[in-house]
């Protein structure tokens, strides 16, 4: 069986990789995902799509706003995949969740699976989606895609820790699986391969296993200030710029933030923290042994992508590629346990961390709004 799959805010690829590296066989069948079509904004992350996932079929790649793309028009597709933009959910920034002006973008995927009615789909976002608009984004989120499309959907939202999955790196992530309701399946969550701490692939074997060649693809390194590499020379590896151990005259002058990744070193005998694509100065992430910043090949084995995977464009836009990818070996254990189901091969799982999701969240929620209005009295009565 072969799922033909569409995505929308496709990044360079990394989840289309995992869903091409996912195959399942059963007496004699394969079960296999197929990319049909896929839509970004930018520029250069659809040129790095095409190069690397379907050459061959350049056009099947739609670049531009989502909102000006018309998926009624778009060939007919039975599996979906939408990492949706995660800016107004992260905890970093103002977290203004379904008010911003990236957080209703999710609908567009609601709109796929309205007109497509794929047979399964998985969405991505931040662990923060949780807490958004104190919850109420993620019922929505969660509201809207049960009932999307003629059937609807079995919803089966998880945290995934993906370091407990053997991904070199502290990457947390809300993965939502849907299953659409008259196929009376219900997706469970793969169980982690590395969840004993003594099993997690570390920073140093992803970067240095095997070793990088001096000419690999996308391996510049950046040129530092001559301050920052007297600064980075008394910085431990997993410390930061707060460093108790940094001359008093090679400190920043800025105050807080002292539990930041700014300036921070990865520890070598640990999974990475988590690897980002934008930020200013003391942000790319820094290499535990030498001082300097990763380059984005380094950043790039973080995110398990495989050495021969070509980014197209700068420095920066790689570098924003790179931290807005879903890792593809992630993407690739999911979906392959989405096959198993269709397979009917058994697996090893787990139960979710949210359990009859929407009624749970929004009990939750009510909790919350009546805990708050209490205090609220309480305060006035104060």
Known sequence: MKFKKGE??????????????????KDGEIFEVEHVWANDIDEDTCETFRHNLCPQNPDSVFQGDVRDLDVTLLEKIDAFAFG???????????SKGLEGKYGPLYTYGVKVLEHHQPKWFIAENVGGLESANDGEAFLRILTDLENAGHHGYTL??????????????ARHRIIIVGIRKDLNLKFKIPAPTHEDPALWKTSKEAIESPPIPDNALNHEFTQHQQRVVKMLNYIK???????EDIPEELRL?????????????????????????SGGGGTH????????????????RLQTFPDKFKFIG?????????GMAVPPRAAQIIIEAILKLFAGVPYDH??????GIVVEVLESNMKKRQIKKTEEQLSLKI
């Open 8 to 25: 929308l805010f496709s990044g360079p690829g990394g989840l289309s990789l995992g869903a091409n590296m996912a195959i399942v066989k």
């Open 350 to 355: 787990v139960d979710p961390k949210w359990k």
């Open 253 to 277: 002058n800025v105050k807080g933030a002292r539990m930041s990744n700014i300036y921070k070193r990865l520890h070598p005998d640990m999974p990475a923290y988590t690897v980002t694509g």
């Open 314 to 322: 700068g420095k920066e836009s790689v570098r924003k590629q790179i």
């Open 84 to 94: 949706f933009p995660c800016n107004d959910y992260s905890i970093v920034g103002e």
């Open 237 to 243: 590896p997993g410390e930061n710029a707060w460093s």
């Open 285 to 300: 992430m820094y290499h535990y042994n030498e001082p300097r910043a990763l380059t984005n090949r380094e950043r790039a």
């Open 156 to 169: 089966t939202p998880h945290l995934y820790k993906f370091e407990q999955y053997g991904i070199p790196q």
